[in-house]
């Protein structure tokens, strides 16, 4: 018979799992003091904070100093994390330059996602080979490929503002694509997810996808006249960023659980439908606190506590760079390419494709979302991890290059 303490220290489920409390609030501590610490160096190394989170995952974990190890509540608080950087992705969209830029970032966000899908796809298949049979092998290249398909809105938007930029022709014609393109690299990784279960075919998946899209819009509509109305009624209460998250965490369940949707998809969903509202960056901001604090920082630092350095081998760190390669590469063709078709300079184009090449937050939304389903090896984090660090801080010195002597378009 378990003593008391026993019973004050572990809790056991159902499936047998028996999960120490106190050494979990115990690493819950280390893991926010680290990861803000080391997100305040990256910050000051002018990368991006996220950069500095995943690393003080890297450190604390079994790969370097192991004070920290992987349980199921770091795990389930990480897949809430997520869940709530999509809703506020979602929220901050501006959906007025969303629509104003029209075709033009519609066709180089569809472009920014088709290339490098394609040589992300080609790049595993180089390396490890593909038989056509083999389905599991080829859906895990096609995932390599849709890593490479998210652009990070975050980082480019801060160094074009930075350059003065941000408002411009060229400067709207990338944020607004760069939004785009995060929409339609979350719907081809809800495809390659349904895809890949046993019991489903393509036209099931697509049919699936496309009626929970047209439910989102229409349902979406009512929703938002909802909020608007209780918005009017109880302007910058805290009810509305409650009922708000409470669609997130609704429309996560019903995207997964109805439709074999990822859940991100159903979170950033709720935030488009209250992306328009007047209150809506009050409800950024107060589901932002729960994100900065805990959430957040356990997401991201836990993508280090996956990251396995032992597993690094010399193929491996090939991989890596060819991974990095083609993933920046395949973004300045794609973007470039599909700019100077619509009668920009060569320059201009150039801008286009190099503000696209930033990876973030979705990068490794999507690699954790991979790895859950178990279509990627925890030593791909490696590759997605650099690749975020060398976008991050190469794209705002290219672009600085690019708009050399052009003075800036706003104060």
């Not at 609030?25 to 160096?41: P, T």
């Not at 929409?183 to 489903?200: A, E, H, Y």
């Not at 030593?379 to 991890?385: A, L, M």
Request: aromatic letters at 10%.
């Amino acid at each position: 018979m378990m003593n008391r303490t026993a019973e004050n220290s572990a809790v056991v489920f159902a499936g047998g799992i028996e999960l120490d409390r106190i050494a979990f609030f115990r690493d819950l501590a280390v893991i926010i003091v680290s990861a803000k610490v080391f997100g305040l160096i990256a910050q000051r190394l002018k990368a991006p904070s996220v950069v500095g989170e995943i690393i003080a995952g890297l450190l604390l974990g079994p790969s370097v100093f192991g004070l920290v190890g992987q349980s199921d509540y770091l795990s389930l608080l990480a897949e809430i994390g997520v869940v709530l950087l999509m809703f506020d992705a979602g929220l901050e969209t501006n959906m007025k330059d969303l629509l104003k830029t029209g075709p033009k970032a519609f066709a180089v966000a569809c472009s920014g996602v088709f290339v490098p899908l394609v040589g992300g796809t080609l790049l595993y298949m180089l390396f490890y080979g593909v038989d056509m049979a083999d389905k599991e092998n080829f859906y895990r290249a096609v995932f390599i490929g849709t890593i490479m398909t998210a652009t990070s809105v975050g980082i480019t938007v801060s160094a074009l503002k930075e350059l003065g930029h941000l408002k411009d022709r060229i400067g709207t014609l990338i944020t607004s694509a760069a939004i785009i393109d995060d929409v339609i690299g979350i719907i081809v990784l809800t495809f390659v997810i349904g895809l890949r279960n046993p019991d489903s075919d393509p036209i099931t998946v697509l049919w699936k996808t496309g009626l929970f899209i047209v439910l989102s819009i229409g349902i979406g509509f009512l929703l938002h006249y909802a909020f608007k109305w209780a918005d009017k009624k109880w302007p910058h209460q805290r009810r509305i960023p409650i009922l708000g998250l409470a669609l997130c965490m609704f429309l996560a369940f019903a995207a997964e659980t109805f439709f074999g949707i990822a859940d991100i998809t159903g979170a950033y969903i709720a935030g488009l439908i209250l992306c328009t509202l007047s209150d809506s960056d009050y409800i950024a901001r107060k589901v932002d606190i729960n994100s900065y604090m805990i959430f957040g920082p356990v997401f991201f630092a836990s993508i280090g506590l996956k990251t396995s350095v032992s597993g690094v081998t010399t193929e491996l760190l090939l991989f890596s760079l060819g991974f990095i390669a083609v993933a920046m590469v395949t973004k300045i063709i794609g973007c470039g390419l599909v700019a100077k078709i619509f009668g920009n300079s060569f320059r201009d184009s150039m801008k286009v494709g190099v503000g696209m090449m930033t990876r973030g937050e979705v990068a490794l939304i999507v690699a954790q979302k991979g790895l859950s389903e178990g279509m990627l090896d925890a030593k791909y984090f490696t590759s997605v991890i650099l690749l975020i660090i060398v976008s991050s801080i190469s794209v705002p010195i290219i672009l600085k290059l690019l708009y050399k002597g052009e003075p800036a378009e706003e104060a």
